[in-house]
C-alpha cells in the first residue's frame, strides 16, 4: 500500500502514515472457491461473480489506504471520522479536541511567522470522503500515487501546499476540483513560474494568506491539498510553459534545493492535487494589506482598506473610463480569473500610488 512519507526533513506530519489499522500492515487473501461441475452458463455467471467480488475488494482496499490521512508522532487518524458539518457542503468540520485539528491548525499558525499571536483559527475543515465521487478522487490519488513511485524509483514525492483563494472558489474547487479558471489566473501573471496551478510549501501560510481575500464577515480562507510532486524541475520567473519540459519531469518548482512555490501542469491538476483541509481564520494585522512590487505602496503593512470600500472610494474620485477598468478587474478577482497582486497592480497603473496612499492614509486616520 502506498505510504504518504513526504520526504526528509520536509514532512508535514512528523511520521510517514501506513495504511492500517494498527501498527502492522494487515494483508487480505482470497481463498480460492469451491470447484464442483458446472454448466457452461453457470461457469460465466460464477466468473462474473468471481471478478465483481474481486473489484469489489480490491476498490475497498484501496478505500481503506486512502481513509487513514494523517499521522503525527505515531498516532493515526481516521479521516472519514464524523463530525458534524457546516457551510461547506463538501467538508466536514473538526473539533477543536480533535487531534487532526491541532496538527492542521499548528501547521498554519506555525508559517504566520510574528502574526501567528494576532491570527484567530476561526475553523478548520476537512474534505469530506461520504460521496462516492469523492471516494472514488481518494482512491484514484493513491494510484496515481503508487504510479509516481513505479516511474521514480520508489518515492513519489508527496507534499502538502497552500492554495489561495476567495470563499467562493475554494468552495468551488472542494466540491468539483481544479479547472481553467485557477490555471488562467497565472497565465496572466507575469510574475508567476509557468501557467498551471500554483501552491505554497505548507510552511509558508503567511505568503498564502497575504495573496487571500476576506469574506463578508472579515474571515479568509487557505486550501491545504496534498501534491504528488514526482521529480520536479525548476521554472523560472515570468516563464509561460504550460506542460512538463521533458517525461522526465512532473511538475515546477521554483528553487531545486528549497523550493517554496509548486506548479502542478493543468493536464494533471486533477490527478496530482487532492484537496485536505479548509482554514478559515481572521487576522487584523494581514488583512487588507495593499502590496505590490516596488515602490511606496509595496512596502505599506498597516491593516487599510478592504477591496469594497477601496472600491467606493475610488468610485468618487475616478473618471469613468479608469473606474470601469479597476471594476472590470475587480470582477475578474471576484471569479477567480485574476490573483490579488495582481489587482492591485492594476490599480497602482490606473489611480497611481499617490492618490492610494491618501486613500489609505484617510481612511486609517479616520478608524
Known sequence: MYNTKVGKGDSLFSKPCCFSTSQSITVFTLKPPLHFPLSQEKKTNHLSLSLSLSLSLSLRLMMMAAQVEIVDNGEIIDSLS??????YSSTILLREENHEYDVVKNCFLSGMGLHAAET??????????QRITAKAKLAASNVFAEAMKRKNGGDANVRYGWYSGSKEEIERIVSYGFSSSEVEKFEKDDRSHGVGVHFLHHTCSKAAAILGEADEEGIEHLLLCRLILGKPERIIVGSKQTYPSSSEYDCGVDNLENPRKYVIWSCNMNSYILPSHVVSFKSPTLRGLIRGGG?????ARSPCVSFPILMSILSKSLDRPRMNVILTTYVDFRKGKV???QLIRKMREVVGDELLLDIIKNHRNSD
Open 339 to 341: 490573483r490579488r497582486e
Open 295 to 299: 515602490g511606496g505602496l509595496g512596502r
Open 82 to 87: 464524523h463530525h458534524a458539518s457546516g457551510d
Open 120 to 129: 484567530t483559527v476561526v475553523s478548520v475543515r476537512k474534505t469530506s470522503a
